[in-house]
């Protein structure tokens, strides 16, 4: 997904640029006129909304929270300079609020400018020292700057104020960085036992092997291999998502979901929702597609929210509202997988392709659901129009030289698979099922060395194990 095309204009500023105006607290605060940017973007409702928001800072010129407004809104409709200015001039007119300071933080940690994020911060924290996500992130971003006793110390403060598990991962990392890993795999091996996050993982495997446990730390960092970053609910960052303008705001949240920052994403989506009834989705037109996309987004977030029920419940609304809306019937279909109804999940994929004949994504899913069912050459007929249509992802070869290899044709499925590394040659289950598949052909040394690769890239624990199993059965058979 793409962000929205914006033109950032040069910034402008108003005739009372310079002038004195009193802040909140009654004090004389010297502070520049909002800055002007992106009221010419060709996104006219970008524009509008833009030039809204800097009409509200103009005409309360000694407000705090009009400026701020601004700011969220120049951050999150990318013009990101522009917010970090009228996050100073917000700051500046109201130095009692707490966000002004901590948002330009924010803003510039993800930026990588975490000296300036810090100063911020402690701005933020001068103000509110009892925000636990500030701590975290006082932490995070030391750790960044190699160092980790002030990092400890910023995680214990987050722990204090409630934030236990965040905080004790971070003190972890912490413990890492200072080569303490015994007392570091004290505290991730609970942590990972309990919450299952790859990133706790992935550390965990590091510090295994600084251990010299081996084989433990193999498991871990493969348990590790989709590691994004943890994150944590930040309640006050979230509230930001109101104040996104133009038709961006919907890839705008996707992007969000897609960085991990699910709160965020569902505050603009489900604003997004409330802008227009649910049934307009079952209309014409583009604000109906417009409708069903967000109804369909939503669902997903939820689930990546951990509301499965609830996500189930509203790709069933929409599938009700509009049943020729594909993406709903792939939403439903996943939402049955996950439940292993198959058959269930396999008609609503059957519909999804009824709608859309050249989705190729929709006949990979239909071949995965028939392998899943036993239906061995239906689920090839299907991954090769697959292919056919979208010839260029790994995973529906993956399928295709799983189920030659349920065939017991070997150097069809090593064709396969062979092309399927080739497109990525980071594909860790590619590599494994190849290093199989060579295996049953006698090419063991080339199995090994796929293995190893596999491994190298963190294939599941469970995919290698079986792997080495095979390998090693075939490499000692008379």
């Not at 917010?83 to 924010?106: G, H, I, K, N």
């Not at 934030?163 to 990392?173: P, Y």
């Not at 009834?277 to 409708?291: I, K, L, N, Q």
């Not at 997988?337 to 994504?361: F, T, V």
């Amino acid at each position: 997904m793409t962000w929205a095309p914006v033109v950032v204009a040069s910034i402008v500023l108003g005739p009372a640029s310079g002038v004195a105006l009193t802040a909140c607290n009654g004090e004389s605060n010297a502070v520049d006129a909002p800055v002007v940017a992106g009221v010419d973007s060709p996104d006219e409702e970008l524009a509008r909304f833009l030039d809204g928001m800097i009409q509200n800072a103009r005409s309360l010129p000694a407000s705090g929270l009009m400026r701020g407004r601004l700011a969220m809104a120049y951050e999150n409709n990318l013009f990101p300079e522009e917010a970090l200015v009228s996050y100073a001039q917000a700051a500046a007119l109201d130095p009692e609020d707490f966000r002004w300071p901590y948002f330009s933080a924010l803003l510039k940690g993800r930026q990588g400018r975490y000296r300036a994020a810090l100063d911020d911060l402690e701005r933020a924290i001068a103000i509110d020292a009892g925000y636990a996500p500030a701590w975290l992130w006082r932490g995070t971003w030391l750790l960044d700057l190699e160092l980790p006793g002030e990092a400890m110390a910023a995680f214990e403060r987050a722990d204090a104020l409630g934030a236990q598990t965040e905080a004790t991962f971070g003190r972890a990392r912490a413990l890492v960085a200072q080569e303490q890993y015994t007392d570091a795999v004290a505290l991730l091996e609970p942590l990972a036992r309990d919450y299952r996050h790859p990133y706790i993982y992935r550390t965990l495997g590091f510090a295994l092997r600084a251990l010299g446990r081996v084989d433990e730390a193999r498991t871990a960092v493969a348990l590790g291999r989709s590691a994004d970053p943890l994150s944590w609910r930040d309640p006050r960052a979230a509230e930001k998502g109101a104040f996104v303008g133009g038709i961006g705001r919907f890839s705008f949240a996707q992007n969000l979901l897609g960085a991990g920052k699910v709160d965020e994403a569902l505050a603009i989506l489900e604003t997004l929702r409330g802008e227009q009834p649910d049934e307009t989705c079952g209309e014409t037109g583009h604000a109906a597609t417009r409708t069903c996309e967000i109804l369909n987004a939503l669902s997903l977030a939820y689930v990546r929210a951990g509301h499965v029920d609830e996500a189930f419940a509203l790709a069933q609304r929409g599938l009700a509202i509009n049943p020729d809306f594909f993406p709903f019937h792939l939403n439903v279909a996943d939402r049955y997988r996950g439940r292993r109804e198959l058959d269930s999940a396999l008609r609503h994929i059957d519909h999804a392709i009824a709608l859309n004949p050249s989705l190729g994504y929709g006949y990979e899913q239909r071949g995965r659901l028939l392998i899943g069912l036993g239906r061995i050459d239906e689920a090839m007929m299907a991954l090769e129009t697959a292919v056919r249509l979208a010839p260029e992802r790994p995973v529906t070869l993956l399928y295709l030289g799983m189920v030659e290899g349920e065939r017991e044709r070997w150097p069809q499925a090593i064709e396969y698979l062979e092309r399927a590394v080739r497109l990525d040659p980071q594909f860790a289950v590619g590599h494994a099922y190849l290093a199989r598949a060579l295996s049953e052909t006698g090419r063991i040394g080339e199995a090994w060395q796929a293995y190893r690769t596999a491994e190298e890239h963190n294939a599941p624990a469970y995919e290698l194990e079986a792997t080495e199993r095979r390998v090693k059965e075939l490499e000692s058979a008379p």
